[in-house]
């Protein structure tokens, strides 16, 4: 048998069944026949794929009923002169329900599709498909006020709707994905056939005219195709990730969606260092959905949310990407502090992950991860709040696994670009921000002891003079051989802290690697004959490190100011390839870092060098 004969026996054995179901997820005839024609379209596009699938029907029917979903309008049938009235109750109850759970009753009843090919079919584990479907089964019965065994015979019964409508023949179809072909290859060779059209060349066919459908006549008036047409990208709820995918973040817990919306209410801030309410200003549409989760007695509190925004075009969508990555990369949320930054390669067309830590009013952390696939930005949010001692950073490869589960919910849905393979997260250094690239942010500091209020930053400014030195300590920012010396303070507010309080850092840049390695040697120097020259100070060197990266030393230098003041003042000195810097705590009672966190800061500072602009 000829594969056209192959394919026109399995479109006219198959499109009924495919209509009705089509119809009943949407209520809504002309999208579900417009769905119908352009999945048998895209059939025929790639027959020789489809035609080796256990069941070919399998592949059309996920197309058929997302692409009914995008295009159908909200309670049409009840504009539908010729819907009798069980129809119409049967629709209505079936509105009802949400996409998922209708979904899943219609493919249940409908198709002879078995609940473990039906679960991987819209997304959910079997054991998490089973609960959907005794769920839909149940709330249609409400709905319905009827027996839930009726649900097989009212679903059967919406064929009376859909009887009468006519096919196009399977020659158009055919010819319908022959173009669609054409066009899809067009798109590769684009650039060879802008060199046919500029030197006078075209594809014709036999007569010199284009081919084309006009000519071709169709049998009944409803669903005369054409080629089909680039849909314009959307964003759905049934594309959003479900309850049970979340579920990954803590599995012993029962999740529950707590809402959806299009994000135009209130302030739009849906998340903590979230900058406006939408990334893309100019974007074409925005959901959010909520989720919340079971706490065990004693247990942390964990919630979730993802957020999706559609662009116009690649290029915007991918300014509200870096847009996006800055609000976390560069958090300004009070007492908040970036501990790690990922690349989550694999998904989507780019990603990355952010994990956080909060402290004040309810300490925990935020893990976020930002992903986009084409035109489509998503944004996953988990926020866990800790309760009692125990305070354990959570684990990243659930989030990353959720990100890739958000990428590919959109994956292939027109708008969309690359999907997302298994997540392989790979931590990198923090992404630079401004102003400053090269120094510390205030979200990188870390709670200082058991204070709670917010560190501030001052704008960088020329390092005129280094308040980031001691007194014994004479290094100098602002002449030869060092340049681009800037400088900035960290400061608490509104805490109860002395005046005094506070960071300094100081950068600059040397000539070569070794100019800046002698640079940080002098600094040595001069901390291990400062109690020589200071004899109110009190030196002790906390840690000293030498790797490819560059080099790190700090010290605690305590100066006794009479007797009964004493200044406590930590102190880093950090080299990264050629450039330098140098930073000062003076701390206070109860406001102080230990050995480690000071070293963990000295690290972010190394990482931040990176960014330092070359000597001039």
């Not at 002098?522 to 109110?536: I, Q």
Request: charged share 20%; proline share 6%.
């Amino acid at each position: 048998m000829r594969h056209s004969d192959e394919f026109d026996a399995f479109y006219k054995a198959t499109r009924e069944r495919l209509l009705l179901q089509t119809f009943a997820l949407t209520g809504d005839l002309p999208a579900a026949r417009r769905a119908i024609r352009d999945a048998y379209v895209a059939a025929w596009h790639h027959w020789n794929k489809v035609e080796r699938q256990p069941d070919p029907e399998a592949w059309v029917r996920p197309h058929a009923l997302a692409d009914a979903q995008r295009r159908h309008s909200a309670r049409i049938w009840h504009r539908d002169k010729h819907l009798d009235s069980e129809s119409r109750a049967t629709l209505d109850a079936l509105a009802k329900l949400t996409q998922q759970q209708r979904r899943v009753l219609v493919l249940n009843h409908l198709s002879a599709t078995p609940i473990p090919t039906l679960a991987r079919e819209v997304g959910l584990t079997q054991e998490a498909a089973e609960r959907v479907l005794q769920a839909a089964t149940s709330q249609y019965a409400v709905a319905r006020d009827a027996a839930s065994t009726r649900a097989l015979a009212d679903l059967t019964g919406l064929s009376s709707a859909v009887q009468d409508v006519t096919f196009p023949r399977p020659s158009i179809i055919r010819r319908a994905g022959a173009a669609r072909r054409r066009v899809f290859t067009a798109i590769g060779v684009g650039v060879v056939l802008a060199t046919l059209v500029g030197t006078g060349l075209f594809v014709t066919d036999h007569q010199g005219v284009s081919p084309n459908l006009a000519d071709e006549e169709a049998t009944g008036s409803p669903a005369a195709v054409t080629a089909p047409q680039p849909e314009s990208p959307r964003l759905e709820e049934s594309e959003l990730l479900s309850s049970d995918q979340v579920t990954r973040l803590s599995p012993r817990r029962t999740w529950s969606e707590t809402r959806t919306t299009p994000n135009t209410d209130g302030d739009g801030i849906y998340a903590a260092c979230q900058g406006s309410r939408f990334a893309d200003p100019k974007g074409t549409q925005t959901l959010v959905r909520t989720f919340t989760s079971t706490t065990p007695a004693g247990a942390n509190t964990v919630t979730a949310l993802q957020a999706s925004e559609l662009s116009r075009n690649p290029k915007r969508a991918r300014m509200a990407y870096d847009t996006t990555v800055g609000w976390y990369a560069g958090c300004l949320a009070p007492s908040t502090q970036l501990l790690e930054t990922y690349d989550l390669e694999g998904v989507g067309d780019e990603a990355s992950m952010f994990l956080l830590r909060t402290w004040g009013g309810k300490p925990g952390t935020l893990t976020v991860a930002v992903a986009r696939t084409g035109q489509v930005t998503t944004t996953t949010v988990r926020r866990t709040v800790w309760k009692g001692a125990k305070r354990d950073l959570p684990d990243l490869e659930p989030m990353a696994s959720l990100t890739a589960a958000a990428v590919n919910r959109v994956c292939g849905t027109p708008g969309s670009g690359s999907c997302a393979a298994p997540p392989r997260p790979a931590e990198v250094a923090p992404f630079a921000i401004t102003p400053g690239p090269g120094m510390l942010a205030a979200v990188d500091l870390p709670q200082a002891g058991s204070v709670i209020a917010t560190w501030t930053a001052t704008r960088p400014r020329k390092a005129l003079q280094n308040l980031a030195a001691i007194a014994c300590d004479t290094s100098d920012f602002s002449r030869a051989p060092v340049s681009n010396g800037m400088t900035r303070s960290f400061l608490i507010v509104n805490g109860d802290v002395p005046e005094r309080f506070g960071i300094t850092q100081t950068v600059g840049t040397l000539p070569t690697p070794k100019a800046a390695g002698r640079f940080v040697d002098a600094v040595r120097k001069r901390l291990g004959r400062c109690e020589d020259t200071d004899l109110a100070s009190t030196v002790t060197p906390l840690f000293d490190s030498t790797d490819k990266a560059g080099e790190i030393a700090a010290w605690r230098v305590e100066t006794e100011v009479n007797d009964s003041d004493t200044i406590d003042f930590l102190m880093a000195i950090v080299r990264r390839g050629r450039s330098v810097a140098q930073i000062g705590f003076v701390t206070a009672p109860g406001a102080t870092f230990d050995k480690d966190t000071f070293m963990a800061l000295a690290q972010r500072a190394s990482q931040r060098l990176a960014y330092m602009p070359p000597p001039s």
